[in-house]
């Protein structure tokens, strides 16, 4: 099933994300093969202010389980973390259904 993690940052956080990005990074390399699209949330001043996974988990648990173990959010970076189921209604150009 696949899932929206929607990760809202603290505001006055971009130090710490900054920081922390390369231990981010290694950590969703390490999920290839189970996420369809990860990248940033651009605040008004053109710098992050939060992030958007969508991954390929078995069920909400571990949905739940990859947001936590998210280095950002054990640095606790995140202001409040969204985790939504999704369908897949229109990819790459086509109906998916």
Known sequence: MLFAIICTDKPGQF???SATRP????????????IQFAGPMMGPDGKP????????????????????????????????????PLRTVFRDGKLAE
């Open 23 to 34: 231990d981010h990074l290694a950590f969703l390399k390490t999920y290839v093969d189970r």
């Open 15 to 17: 130090e710490t994300r």
């Open 49 to 84: 202010s939060g992030s958007i996974v969508m991954l390929e988990a078995t069920d909400r648990a571990e949905a739940e389980g990859f947001a936590a173990a998210d280095p950002y959010a054990k640095v606790g970076l995140f202001e409040s973390v969204v985790i939504r």
